[in-house]
């Protein structure tokens, strides 16, 4: 189906099919956790799991205590940004 599809004409389909990738991409960073609390409705639009978030919290920090982090944002590449307090 894509076969003969341009990598600009394949992004712009997966603009349309996917908006939170397309923010990811072009927008700012998100802020996924503050204040020990997840931010449930930027989860959701970026549609990440609290267990995805998890596990590059333990690879980064190398903790798994939330209480020694201030904040955790997705950025516009897809990374994961760790605040510690």
């Known amino acids: 189906m894509y076969g003969n599809c341009s990598a600009a004409q394949v992004f712009q389909l997966v603009q349309r099919k996917k908006q939170p990738i397309y923010s990811l991409v072009e927008g700012d ?3 996924l956790f503050k204040e020990g609390k997840f931010i449930t409705e930027n989860m959701e639009r970026t549609q990440l799991h ?3 978030v998890m596990q ?3 690879k980064r920090a190398m ?3 939330l209480n020694t ?3 955790i944002y997705i ?3 897809g990374e994961i940004s760790i605040v510690v307090k």
Do not use: G, H, P, S
């Open 63 to 65: 903790t798994d205590d």
């Open 29 to 31: 960073k998100i802020m």
């Open 50 to 52: 609290t267990e995805d």
């Open 69 to 71: 982090i201030k904040a």
């Open 56 to 58: 590059e919290l333990r």
């Open 75 to 77: 950025e516009r590449n």
